[in-house]
């Protein structure tokens, strides 16, 4: 993948902001080569990392967020049966990197830390960033009400898919839910 364009988007447009979305499906690639498939998701990962570095070491990081999602945890493809994989798959891998000064309660933002977080969380924390924070009315409409923002609000320990609003289909036991948060 060309991370380049979102670089250039940054130094064309220094002043202005901006929102970049980067759907990378290139680690998808299964095949029954073992050797084949590590070297390719390792030279992956460090293309992915020089990109993040290049992107913090940047001036206008301090206004910076940056959200690095996976849709699951590992795989070993098509043949995937062993238990840890499985249990991989359903926790897909979220990291968002904020700017100490963007961060409305440090407390809430790393208490979150290895709960349950799901898709429309992390859509209400985007909207607001994105959004003038001293008015409500300019984050817009269709936000759900039961939806955490991430970075200014604490998910309850014990949140269940129920209360996420999460298809139980995805979910685990409550006692795995509570303590790995494993919800797709």
């Known amino acids: 993948i060309s991370l380049q364009f979102i670089e250039q988007m940054w130094d064309t447009y220094h002043l202005q902001p901006k929102f970049a979305f980067l759907n990378a499906i290139a680690a998808h690639d299964y095949s029954f080569e073992w050797e084949e498939s590590i070297r390719k998701a390792e030279a992956y990962d460090e293309h992915i990392h020089d990109f993040l570095q290049r992107m913090i070491s940047r001036k206008d990081s301090q206004r910076t967020v940056i959200i690095v999602r996976s849709d699951h945890g590992l795989q070993k493809g098509p043949t995937a049966i062993d238990y840890s994989v499985q249990f991989e798959h359903r926790r897909p891998w ?6 100490q000064d963007l961060v409305l309660s440090k407390k809430a933002f ?12 992390l859509y209400k924390t985007m909207r607001y960033l994105m959004s003038d924070r001293t008015n409500p009315l300019s984050v817009g409409q269709g936000i759900p009400d039961w939806s955490v923002d991430i970075i200014a609000e604490e998910i309850d320990r014990d949140r269940t898919c129920e209360e996420a609003k999460a298809d139980p289909s995805l979910c685990r036991s409550k006692r795995q839910i509570r303590r790995y948060g494993v919800c797709n």
Not at 94 to 99: A, S, T
Not at 110 to 121: A, E, K
Request: hydrophobic share 40%.
């Open 110 to 121: 790393f208490s979150n830390q290895g709960r349950m977080v799901t898709g429309y969380d």
């Open 94 to 99: 979220l990291e968002i990197l904020v700017p």
